[in-house]
């Protein structure tokens, strides 16, 4: 199947500051990336869609400005969570999906623990 | 909207116990359906999917069966073992390029 990496896996970081977490797609050309967080003992709730070349499409309640979403090229997309504060911790998870259509696969990263202090 | 309701866990089974994991499912239309799962320290991976009614997925022994009537995708397993163990997450799509909705997952430990 098809892999896609996160980095970090892990980062912690004091409030106030910006943290910059990758998704990459390794071997297939995404031109759909998705972002979900993830609380515990809850269900993945998507955060953003960005197609390559355009602008992310957020979902409602996601502020656009805390959480700005980049995705450059068919195998990367970035989220920064800025000015992160302890609210902010949680498990960010990507998923890129090879192409347009009714039944192509989401493919999921491993996720990155974000801790806030 | 759509919305996807699966068994709250933890689920303790021992080895070679037969599991199911119940999810229900509201949406307009006639989505897909999906079960990922997700180990340890990995990322989710599609466990099997069924796209119309009374299709029946199945992978490495799960099994889950598109049941319109009652908006059911109920996930089995004859014989569970250790390798097993796992969150489950129950998943649909609606239509077209629109993302998947997650259930909130179901942590099963199997053991020996």
């Known amino acids: 199947g098809a892999v896609v990496s996160q980095h970090p896996s892990w980062v912690i970081c004091k409030s106030g500051t910006s943290v910059k977490i990758e998704c990459r797609s390794l071997?297939?050309?995404?031109?759909?990336m998705f972002w979900y967080r993830q609380f515990p003992k809850q269900s993945l709730m998507l955060m953003a869609t960005s197609n390559e070349g355009s602008k992310a499409t957020y979902e409602q309640g996601v502020e656009k400005d805390k959480f700005l979403i980049n995705h450059a090229s068919l195998t990367l997309s970035t989220l920064t969570v800025t000015s992160a504060h302890p609210e902010d911790s949680s498990f960010y998870i990507c998923?890129?999906?090879?192409?347009?259509?009714?039944?192509?696969?989401?493919?999921f990263g491993p996720g990155t623990r974000l801790t806030v202090l | 909207g759509n919305s996807v309701t699966q068994m709250e866990g933890p689920v303790t089974l021992s080895e070679e116990a037969f599991l199911t994991i119940n999810c229900t499912y509201t949406?307009?239309?006639?989505?897909?359906l999906f079960w990922y799962v997700q180990y340890p320290g990995e990322g989710l991976q599609l466990l099997l999917k069924?796209?119309?009614?009374?299709d029946k997925g199945s992978n490495k022994g799960f099994e889950a069966t598109y049941r319109k009537e009652t908006t059911s995708f109920h996930l089995e397993k004859g014989s569970v073992q250790v390798s097993d163990s796992a969150v489950y997450f129950c998943a649909l799509r609606s239509t077209g390029n629109t993302p998947l909705v997650f259930g909130k997952g179901t942590r099963l430990s199997v053991i020996a």
């Open positions: 949406a307009t239309g006639y989505p897909s």
């Open positions: 998923s890129a999906r090879k192409v347009a259509g009714a039944y192509n696969e989401q493919f």
């Open positions: 071997d297939f050309q995404a031109t759909t």
């Open positions: 069924a796209t119309k009614a009374d």
